[in-house]
């Protein structure tokens, strides 16, 4: 069992990259210098992270009806991990600053839960957690969060999953792309304004963000603006822009199109094209960080799952990732015109002991790790069971939903599958970090 082990201790690295409990491993603020990310003091940063989801409907982290903040940091930390893709709704920053201000706990999960169980889940709660109350905010529990991250030495990463709060994603929900039904671009911007200066004054871990989650193609009758990359290159840049003055001291990642598989143009410094017959017809852009007050701090961020050739080959597979962005990290590839260090920001399967042997994803994902020493990633996710969430096998909304996938198990007690967890994220940790870089 994971447990049994010493938790801070992973067989096959060396000393100089085994995390040492309370302690930040490198010193803050992060920058870049091609595609490798550094601490103040230039030494390698290397992230190696799991999400935990705080988007949904409740609109503050998961899991606290079961345990208290505390005790799920000290389970991130006892995976070895040292980064948390912390996920928030823009609906709760429109709450703030448009509907009367923070929402305290009772409401918000009376909102989500309904009367009756938002009132038992409150409950819970607050005994796992007696520092909070019934009129304890949304922020404040972020704000808990954050702080516990930092004293037992993890970092946050704070990543704009959706605009409206709802579990993501699909081409119909709305928050696909920008000018979708609910992806008002002046209210992600304004969102993220407020996020990345409250974060950076309160949270002392605080070292990067993600603009937006998986953006991705709207279904057809959508609001949505031109699907194209002309698009995205005006909206992201005006987006870090933001962040960058809001909170100049941190890292702004930029993740890609077609649900974040790729960022190919970009990285090959190719010209962003709009879309013949809509309104960014003709017009074109280059992604030019020496241009941006922000060049020091830009990083790329892909995701890569399972759901393709389930027995495809290694070097089928490492040569996917590649093309798709990866190759930001070869400083000899001529075809790169562009080197800046790339974060896998998603990648799992089910925990379920026997998946992680089944198709070829898990040993190539590995492979690819140790062989391109990308500058880190966050594994999806750490939940073992929601507040409310889409079923995958029915498409309803059901509360207290299993979560198959998560790091934990539904009770958020225990390690789900430990044999899972030595046979991928144990190693997927030992790919990244062997060499000791930065520790």
């Known amino acids: 069992m994971l447990y049994s082990l010493p938790i801070f201790l992973l067989a096959g690295l060396s000393t100089a990259a085994t995390l040492t409990h309370n302690a930040l491993p490198w010193k803050l603020p992060f920058h870049v210098d091609g595609p490798h990310i550094y601490s103040s003091n230039n030494r390698e940063v290397q992230y190696v992270g799991t999400n935990w989801a705080a988007h949904q409907e409740a609109m503050i982290p998961e899991g606290l009806q079961y345990s208290s903040i505390k005790d799920i940091v000290s389970k991130i930390r006892g995976f070895n991990l040292n980064v948390v893709r912390l996920t928030f709704a823009i609906e709760m920053v429109d709450d703030i600053l448009d509907n009367g201000g923070d929402v305290a706990l009772e409401d918000t999960l009376t909102r989500a839960l309904g009367p009756t169980n938002g009132s038992i889940i409150l409950k819970k709660v607050l005994k796992n957690n007696p520092q909070f109350n019934k009129r304890t905010t949304r922020l404040q529990v972020f704000d808990a969060a954050a702080k516990e991250l930092a004293r037992q030495g993890v970092y ?224 999806w996710e750490l939940a073992g069971s929601f507040y409310r969430k889409t079923s995958y096998a029915t498409g309803v909304q059901v509360q207290d939903l299993d979560e198959a996938w998560g790091l934990l198990d539904h009770e958020w007690k225990k390690t789900r599958s430990p044999v899972t967890v030595e046979n991928s994220l144990e190693k997927m940790i030992e790919a990244t970090l062997k060499s000791g870089k930065g520790y």
């Open 156 to 379: 946050v990463h704070l990543d704009n999953h959706m605009s409206k709060a709802l579990w993501c994603c699909g081409g119909g929900d709305g928050n696909t792309w920008f000018g979708d039904t609910d992806f008002n671009v002046a209210k992600w911007i304004r969102g993220w304004e407020f996020m990345a200066k409250h974060a950076s004054k309160k949270w002392p871990s605080f070292a990067s963000v993600g603009l937006r989650n998986e953006l991705r193609k709207p279904d057809a009758g959508s609001p949505a603006e031109p699907y194209d990359w002309y698009t995205w290159h005006t909206h992201m840049t005006a987006a870090a822009e933001a962040v960058h003055a809001a909170a100049p001291d941190t890292l702004i990642t930029f993740s890609g199109l077609n649900y974040d598989v790729t960022l190919s143009p970009v990285v090959q410094g190719q010209l962003l094209n709009g879309t013949s017959g809509t309104s960014t017809a003709g017009k074109s852009a280059l992604f030019t960080p020496s241009s941006y007050p922000y060049a020091h701090k830009i990083v790329f961020e892909l995701h890569k799952y399972d759901f393709e050739n389930t027995q495809a080959s290694c070097s089928d597979f490492g040569a996917s990732l590649y093309n798709n962005g990866y190759k930001t990290l070869n400083t000899s590839d001529p075809t790169a015109k562009l080197h800046y260090p790339m974060l896998l920001s998603e990648w799992g399967f089910i925990q379920n002991g026997t998946y992680w042997n089944q198709t070829t994803y898990n040993k190539c994902l590995i492979e690819f790790m140790g062989k391109y020493k990308p500058s880190g990633w966050m594994q």
